[in-house]
């Protein structure tokens, strides 16, 4: 099959090529991925600037295109203007570091994911849960071995796979659990400093886990060693509460107006 391969960690990032080495085996993979870093963008896409897509040959033969935007300018721009043919799947990884949670609201990653499923196509989010030095090797044996999957069963228009895989997993087959979002938030303080000229500034990061409480939810997964799949909507209405929302009053502001 064709895949499109990108991340939000920049066409240099270990995970990508990682992922590209076990896919380029059986499929046909086109890497199209940011030319810097640009984890927790979100969905962000780039209006006011160019974009530049540059073809890079990165470790020694491989190519890809480095494009001076957005995770999600990258498979937008891949999708209309840089590939010959519509790809059977999007793959955006592997991230270093869980993408579980509120956080789904942040990552660049899930966001690439996201953007094909917004034009129909299946698509997969990947993100390995790990320290500093990530052993990328059996995360990326998954997603070979899950891919062919995705394509028998098909995933439904405008849903795509949010997948995060344990850390110092040793076997790729080890049990998986389909999980939903969790809600918990992260403490995620703001570092308050001065710079040189005494004037005040402020550091986000240093994240503290959650104490994973919800048991269904993704980050619960992860902690008890389960590779956590979670089916994500692009569809962000609240459709229960569009029920009650009917049920508001809004007659009323018709009285009030002049
Ligand atoms: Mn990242």
Same mark, same amino acid.
């Given at each position: 099959?064709?895949?499109?391969?990108?991340? %939000? %960690?920049?066409?240099?990032?270990?995970?990508?090529?990682?992922?590209?080495?076990?896919?380029?085996?059986?499929?046909?993979?086109?890497?199209? +991925?940011?030319?810097?870093? =640009?984890?927790?963008?979100?969905? #962000?896409?780039?209006?006011?600037?160019? *974009?530049? +897509? +540059?073809?890079?040959?990165?470790?020694? #033969? %491989?190519?890809?295109?480095?494009?001076?935007?957005?995770?999600?300018?990258?498979?937008?721009?891949?999708?209309?203007?840089?590939?010959?043919?519509?790809?059977?799947?999007?793959?955006?990884? *592997?991230?270093?570091?869980?993408?579980?949670?509120?956080?789904?609201?942040?990552?660049?990653?899930?966001?690439?994911?996201?953007? +094909?499923?917004?034009?129909?196509?299946?698509?997969?989010?990947?993100?390995?849960?790990?320290?500093?030095?990530?052993?990328?090797?059996?995360?990326?044996?998954?997603?070979?071995?899950?891919?062919?999957?995705?394509?028998?069963?098909?995933?439904?228009?405008?849903?795509?796979?949010?997948?995060?895989?344990?850390?110092?997993?040793?076997?790729?087959?080890?049990?998986?659990?389909?999980?939903?979002?969790?809600?918990?938030?992260?403490?995620?303080?703001?570092?308050? =400093?001065?710079?040189?000229?005494? =004037?005040?500034?402020?550091?986000?990061?240093?994240?503290?886990?959650?104490?994973?409480?919800?048991?269904?939810?993704?980050?619960?997964?992860?902690?008890?060693?389960?590779?956590?799949?979670?089916?994500?909507?692009?569809?962000?209405?609240?459709?229960?509460?569009?029920?009650?929302?009917?049920?508001?009053?809004?007659?009323?502001?018709?009285?009030?107006?002049?």
């Amino acid at each position: 099959m064709n895949i499109l391969l990108t991340n %939000d %960690d920049g066409i240099h990032a270990q995970g990508l090529w990682a992922l590209q080495q076990v896919l380029r085996r059986h499929h046909e993979v086109m890497v199209v +991925a940011p030319d810097r870093e =640009r984890s927790a963008v979100g969905h #962000g896409i780039t209006l006011h600037h160019p *974009i530049r +897509a +540059a073809e890079t040959i990165v470790n020694g #033969g %491989d190519r890809g295109w480095a494009v001076s935007g957005t995770p999600a300018d990258c498979v937008k721009l891949a999708l209309m203007e840089l590939l010959e043919c519509q790809p059977d799947l999007v793959v955006s990884g *592997i991230n270093p570091g869980a993408n579980v949670g509120v956080n789904l609201n942040y990552s660049g990653t899930v966001a690439a994911a996201k953007e +094909a499923a917004l034009f129909g196509l299946n698509a997969l989010a990947v993100s390995l849960q790990c320290d500093e030095a990530p052993d990328y090797a059996v995360a990326a044996e998954f997603v070979g071995r899950i891919a062919p999957m995705v394509l028998q069963n098909g995933l439904p228009p405008g849903t795509f796979l949010n997948i995060n895989i344990p850390d110092g997993l040793a076997d790729p087959a080890a049990g998986v659990r389909i999980s939903r979002q969790g809600s918990e938030i992260y403490d995620s303080p703001f570092d308050k =400093r001065k710079d040189p000229r005494n =004037r005040t500034y402020y550091w986000q990061g240093g994240e503290a886990l959650p104490p994973y409480t919800e048991d269904d939810a993704d980050g619960a997964a992860l902690a008890q060693k389960y590779i956590s799949i979670t089916p994500v909507r692009c569809d962000m209405t609240d459709y229960p509460y569009m029920e009650m929302l009917k049920k508001w009053n809004f007659n009323q502001l018709k009285q009030h107006r002049p």
